[in-house]
């Protein structure tokens, strides 16, 4: 139960802090500015300048960049962070940070510990395929936002996009809006960046989606009105129609699968067709190979408009 992780948090963020707090300390900054600027107290920063830090080869690079950043006035929060996990990153696979984790828990040398480099180095294909996902929802949710006229797709219960990699098993492995897809200004606008395991009503539509057919990895909920349902078949979407008015997403699911089963899912660009009732507004709901694509789909079809 002690993770590299635990090194930096102790060792090596507090030399970093203190190299900075050094470095702009000798550029005049006074300690309330180096404190504000690092995010801790004034006596914190006290405390490093009266210290002398150990910094090595390894973090010495990394000091002088966070600090150039800082004195040129080119830092921003993401870049710091950025920066330091990099090194940290580096510093577990075969270097100090490693070395000094082995001789903390000697029974990782006994069985020749290789996690970092494992985890790090490409080979858990999870966290790659995951990055490429967020990259991917990251340049749909782009797209959306620049499509003229995607308010008139927008239904009252507002827009929300999913998308999921290979066999995904529950809402935590779908990455989708937080808050929907709303309007500002009359333009589409996402309330929240995207994130896993942040919708369940669509996640679990794109879930069932997945299992009729493995090929479908996105799914984004339109307004059901008569118009869009036109645009959406004109840009190439095999519509199957529910008969029966459905609000959650069970209930959507039982209605659709006898249809599904029937009709099959095999198009590229399969879609599910929900009426309204009372209280609940006609919705529609499109499946794709993936986000960028169906974004994509999106701006054929208010091409129509």
Aim: proline share 6%; net charge negative.
């Amino acid at each position: 139960m002690r993770p590299p992780c635990e090194i930096v948090i102790r060792e090596i963020l507090p030399r970093i802090r203190a190299g900075v707090a050094r470095r702009l300390s000798n550029e005049d900054m006074s300690q309330s500015k180096i404190g504000e600027r690092l995010g801790i107290t004034q006596a914190a920063v006290s405390k490093y300048l009266g210290e002398t830090p150990k910094i090595d080869e390894n973090l010495k690079g990394l000091v002088e960049n966070i600090s150039d950043m800082i004195v040129s006035g080119t830092n921003r929060p993401d870049r710091t962070v950025k920066a330091i996990c990099r090194t940290c990153m580096y510093l577990r696979i075969g270097s100090s940070t490693c070395k000094r984790h082995r001789e903390l828990i000697p029974a990782l040398e006994d069985v020749d510990c290789r996690i970092c480099s494992e985890l790090l180095g490409d080979k858990e294909k999870g966290f790659s395929n995951r990055a490429k996902l967020l990259q991917d929802m990251e340049e749909a949710v782009r797209i959306i936002e620049t499509i003229p006229n995607f308010d008139m797709l927008i239904p009252q219960v507002r827009a929300n996009l999913a998308s999921c990699e290979h066999s995904p098993k529950s809402i935590r492995d779908v990455i989708s809006i937080p808050g929907r897809i709303t309007l500002l200004k009359n333009r589409a606008h996402a309330v929240g960046a995207p994130e896993f395991g942040s919708s369940e009503h669509t996640a679990e539509i794109l879930l069932w989606g997945n299992e009729v057919r493995e090929e479908i990895r996105s799914c984004l909920c339109l307004s059901g009105r008569s118009a869009v349902r036109e645009i959406a078949e004109t840009a190439g979407f095999d519509i199957i129609e529910v008969e029966t008015p459905a609000r959650s997403a069970k209930e959507i699911i039982k209605h659709s699968q006898p249809l599904v089963e029937t009709s099959g899912f095999d198009s590229d660009y399969p879609a599910i067709y929900v009426p309204g009732g009372l209280g609940v507004e006609p919705i529609l709901y499109l499946f794709g190979p993936g986000s960028i694509p169906l974004a994509n789909k999106c701006s054929e079809m208010t091409d129509s408009l």
